[in-house]
């Protein structure tokens, strides 16, 4: 199914490996093998190999940091596209547009990104302070922290469409719902997204960012360990929503065990991967998770973090 792509990667000169292991590309690990993985080292590069691979009908899956996402443990029929990320050394791929807009490449890793908005004056954007992964991961997945999100600060971005075209889209175009977006589980590829920003002192917004990098250090476990970081969405209580970590933690279910898996002891809504776990570990210990917080609390929590099946489908 591969074969003409393959030998076009290789005539391009784009890096990629067959039947490759994934896992070790996640922040959480977790993952068997996939048809094809190939990584981009720029956005125009990216544009050419998925506008190849749409024209070709060919199943593809595009990971920006891999910080949010499990794959199953056997092989996955799927071509999986690495975002381009700035390399060490390199000009980040990052602009001002006016005094309150900026353009980012969606491969630029989210702390990276904030030293450059400190050192620019560009304020408003530290609620990303210590959520991993990447700008277009955070976009795709509405991330947020501190009660703001990047629903609240996303202009518009350049996408390459279900049918390969590169195009502009506005915000209205993301369907942007808590932890969600048209991107989280759709085809659509983020290639550059365009924030607004405040204006402000490169000392104080310096200090933001670490304050509340400082406030998640303190509260969750080592990022050192293999996590997706928060696994669970908040719920919605009585209309108000609620810490899925305090209704784990009320329940009993801190440092519970899977397999290689564990619910951190410093958060409830933080499942550890200790070096050997399995994908069905995972969904094992997600099931664990939930019927014992349904029948003690009544409450169903819904999975945050994205699984992919055999043929490349998230869900």
């Known amino acids: 199914m591969f074969a003409p792509l393959v030998a076009w990667l290789r005539q391009q000169r784009i890096t990629f490996s067959e039947n490759a292991a994934i896992g070790p590309h996640l922040y959480f690990k977790i993952g068997g093998t996939v048809s094809l993985l190939v990584t981009c080292n720029s956005a125009a590069q990216l544009a050419a190999v998925m506008k190849k691979v749409i024209d070709g009908k060919l199943p593809y899956l595009v990971v920006g940091g891999g910080s949010n996402i499990a794959f199953g443990d056997g092989l996955t029929r799927v071509m999986v596209v690495m975002a381009p990320a700035a390399q060490h050394g390199s000009a980040v791929p990052i602009r001002l547009l006016d005094d309150r807009s900026l353009a980012v490449e969606s491969g630029v890793r989210n702390q990276q990104f904030l030293s450059w ?59 942007f719902r808590y932890r969600d977006s048209r991107f989280k589980f759709g085809c659509e590829t983020l290639l550059t997204l365009r924030l ?15 304050d509340n990098l400082e406030y998640r250090l303190a509260r969750h476990p080592s990022y050192r360990l293999a996590s997706a970081g928060c696994f669970f ?28 898996l564990s619910v951190a002891g410093e958060h409830g809504n933080f499942i550890l991967n200790h070096g050997n776990a399995s994908f069905k570990d995972l969904q094992c210990l997600e099931k664990k998770i939930q ?19 055999a043929d490349g489908s998230k869900y």
Do not use: W
């Not at 501190?146 to 195009?167: K, P």
């Not at 810490?243 to 801190?254: F, N, Q």
């Open 196 to 210: 607004k920003f405040s204006p402000g002192d490169e000392g104080l917004i310096s200090k933001k960012i670490k």
């Open 117 to 175: 908005c400190a050192a620019k004056g560009a304020g408003g954007l530290e609620f990303l302070s210590g959520i991993p992964g990447t700008l277009g991961g955070a976009a795709a997945v509405n991330a947020g922290a501190f009660g703001c999100s990047m629903a609240d600060v996303l202009i518009e971005a350049d996408i390459i469409d279900a049918q390969g075209a590169v195009r502009t889209v506005d915000s209205g175009h993301f369907g």
């Open 233 to 260: 969405k908040n719920p919605l209580l009585r209309g108000v929503k609620s810490s899925a970590g305090k209704i784990i933690e009320d329940c009993g279910l801190k440092n519970m065990t899977v397999g290689g």
């Open 291 to 309: 019927s014992a917080v349904a029948a003690r609390s009544g409450v169903v929590l819904e999975r945050e973090v994205i699984y992919v099946a």
